[in-house]
T-cell receptor, first 114, second 114 residues
Framework: AQSVTQLDSHVSVSEGTPVLLRCNYS??????LFWYVQHPNKGLQLLLK??????LVKGINGFEAEFKKSETSFHLTKPSAHMSDAAEYFC????????????FGSGTRLQVQP | GAVVSQHPSWVICKSGTSVKIECRSL??????MFWYRQFPKQSLMLMAT?????????EQGVEKDKFLINHASLTLSTLTVTSAHPEDSSFYIC??????????FGPGTRLTVL
């Protein structure tokens, strides 16, 4: 069985400061891990994905995440937050390939203050 | 990039009526599609896996007679909420895997049952 825990339901940062969204996973097999973003009234957009290649994954819009097997973590970071980053972020796990159903974390709402 | 569409984007219906939601992969074929449900301020929960040419597989606790899924072609899956009730009001999202490690999500359908 697989599961994902997003450690913060709500994160608030000031514009221009770093962003850290925390995610821990549990999986019986070699997992594929993803971060998706959901803006209000819009569909889910893939930010980045880890699929057993490089452990440091770079995504779109300056986001990156590091897969740490020893800590079963896949935290999302960005050096400098923009107002447009305000959204809901989901950490997602899939056992095996990404063609299987995805298990979503509970989500983290990122608020960016001016 | 790959696009998955959903129709309608929102629907309001009376209690007891049935509602059909379409999910289409616009530029690729999908033998499998997934249906998720998202309640307000909550994460996405997998409802069922739609398989082209065969019966859908439902997650535990999801009533297959209430949520009818038909995967009629390689680009179309439909979810019909039968005899809808207010507790069925939710945001329904479909996804389709294309590449080995990526799924594409539809924009979602907001269902409100009065």
């Amino acid at each position: 069985a697989q599961s994902v825990t997003q450690l913060d339901s709500h994160v608030s940062v000031s514009e221009g400061t770093p962003v850290l969204l925390r995610c821990n996973y549990s999986s019986s097999y070699s997992p594929s891990l993803f971060w998706y973003v959901q803006h209000p009234n819009k569909g889910l957009q893939l930010l980045l994905k880890y699929t057993s290649a490089a452990t440091l994954v770079k995504g779109i819009n300056g986001f990156e995440a590091e897969f740490k097997k020893s800590e079963t973590s896949f935290h999302l970071t960005k050096p400098s937050a923009h107002m447009s980053d305000a959204a809901e972020y989901f950490c997602v796990v899939s056992e095996g390939t990404g063609r299987r159903a995805l298990t979503f974390g509970s989500g983290t709402r990122l608020q960016v203050q001016p | 990039g790959a696009v998955v569409s959903q129709h309608p984007s929102w629907v309001i219906c009376k209690s007891g009526t049935s509602v059909k939601i379409e999910c289409r992969s616009l530029d690729f074929q999908a033998t499998t599609m997934f249906w998720y449900r998202q309640f307000p301020k909550q994460s996405l929960m997998l409802m069922a896996t739609s398989n082209e040419g065969s019966k859908a597989t439902y997650e535990q606790g999801v009533e297959k007679d209430k949520f009818l899924i038909n995967h009629a072609s390689l680009t179309l899956s439909t979810l019909t909420v039968t005899s809808a009730h207010p507790e069925d009001s939710s945001f329904y999202i479909c996804s389709a895997p294309r590449e080995w490690h990526e799924q594409f999500f539809g924009p979602g359908t907001r269902l409100t049952v009065l």
